[in-house]
């Protein structure tokens, strides 16, 4: 909501291991005023969610700029939310809770 994005910029990791501070560089690498400061980190897994979650939450502290990460599943459960759906309104967004939830998560350290 606060983070401009004229675009957005995604980097897709096929890693076995935990994203670091190189990957979150490159992507941040990417972030300037003109075209928005705002990506998305796809990769297959994380095992410390935690340490991951604090590393986007000092980029957000530090310079405003916003990364969330998602793995393999967080997009298999937005694939589920959009198949589950009784009806199809043009309006719903049946990604945008775990997007949202994960933002939310990283502003107010709640992870």
Same mark, same amino acid.
């Given at each position: 909501?606060?983070?401009?994005?004229?675009?957005?910029?995604?980097?897709?990791?096929?890693?076995?291991?935990?994203?670091?501070?190189?990957?979150?560089?490159? $992507? *941040?690498? &990417?972030?300037?005023?003109? /075209?928005?400061?705002?990506?998305? %980190?796809?990769?297959?897994?994380? #095992? !410390?969610?935690?340490? $991951? *979650?604090? &590393?986007?939450?000092?980029? /957000?502290?530090?310079?405003?700029? %916003?990364?969330?990460?998602?793995? #393999? !599943?967080?997009?298999?459960? *937005?694939?589920?939310?959009?198949?589950?759906?009784?009806?199809?309104?043009?309006?719903?967004?049946?990604?945008?809770?775990?997007?949202?939830?994960?933002?939310?998560?990283?502003?107010?350290?709640?992870?």
């Amino acid at each position: 909501d606060d983070t401009p994005s004229t675009y957005i910029f995604i980097e897709c990791k096929n890693y076995s291991e935990d994203p670091k501070n190189p990957e979150l560089d490159q $992507l *941040m690498g &990417r972030f300037n005023d003109k /075209y928005g400061k705002f990506g998305i %980190l796809t990769f297959r897994n994380v #095992d !410390n969610r935690k340490r $991951l *979650m604090e &590393r986007c939450t000092n980029i /957000y502290n530090a310079k405003n700029e %916003l990364i969330i990460p998602l793995t #393999d !599943n967080d997009l298999i459960d *937005m694939l589920k939310n959009v198949r589950d759906m009784s009806f199809f309104d043009p309006t719903d967004q049946p990604y945008e809770e775990i997007l949202t939830d994960k933002a939310k998560a990283i502003r107010v350290q709640t992870y």
